[in-house]
């Protein structure tokens, strides 16, 4: 039973010789296989060779810290509420007598941890944050782990150090 009069008939044709010995289509392959072989290589040898990655790529996280080494972040909190994948979390304390030169506010994070395998590295923390203290660095990876302990980054992995400060072209 037909569905419509919409029906096409098909004839093939008869094949020649060259169709036969499949010769058009080797030689086709050849060529094309000779082009991409005498081409430029777009593979690049990455741990000897480093790709550019750009200036909007989001990458390692880091805490930063201010000119005279305290850290900027205050623990509001607003960081993990932007977060769509809750993969921030902190804990909140008290400064106490001196520590002055370690926290810029009275409340500090004493616990800061971002689940490396919930974050999704939208950027939504760096733009909530209004003391400027997270950044996803825009010229480095978050580094491989083999181990399900090791995907917690805390303090000790996110605060930067004072002798290899991160900066971005145009900051001051």
């Known amino acids: 039973m037909k ?3 919409k029906s096409k008939v098909l004839e093939q044709e008869e094949m020649t010789f060259a169709e036969r010995i499949y010769l058009p289509a080797i030689v086709g392959g050849m060529a094309t296989t000779l082009k991409h072989f005498f081409s430029k290589k777009v593979t690049i040898r990455y741990p000897e060779q480093k790709r550019y990655l750009g200036p909007v790529f989001r990458g390692h996280h880091i805490l930063k810290r201010d000119e005279q080494g ?6 509001c909190g607003l960081c993990a509420v932007a977060c769509p994948a809750e993969a921030i979390s902190m804990v909140a304390e008290e400064r106490k007598k001196g520590e002055e030169n370690l926290y810029r506010e009275e409340k500090y994070a004493s616990v800061y941890e971002i689940n ?4 999704i590295f939208c950027g ?7 003391k400027q203290a997270i950044y996803l660095q825009h ?9 399900r302990s090791e995907v ?7 605060v930067e150090k004072m002798d290899n400060r991160y900066l971005r072209e145009g900051w001051k």
């Open 3 to 5: 569905l419509s009069n």
């Open 70 to 75: 305290a850290e900027r972040c205050t623990a």
């Open 116 to 119: 490396m395998l919930r974050c």
């Open 124 to 130: 939504l923390c760096e733009e909530a944050c209004p």
């Open 139 to 147: 010229d480095k990876m978050v580094p491989v782990f083999e181990d």
């Open 152 to 158: 917690i980054f805390g303090k000790d992995k996110l």
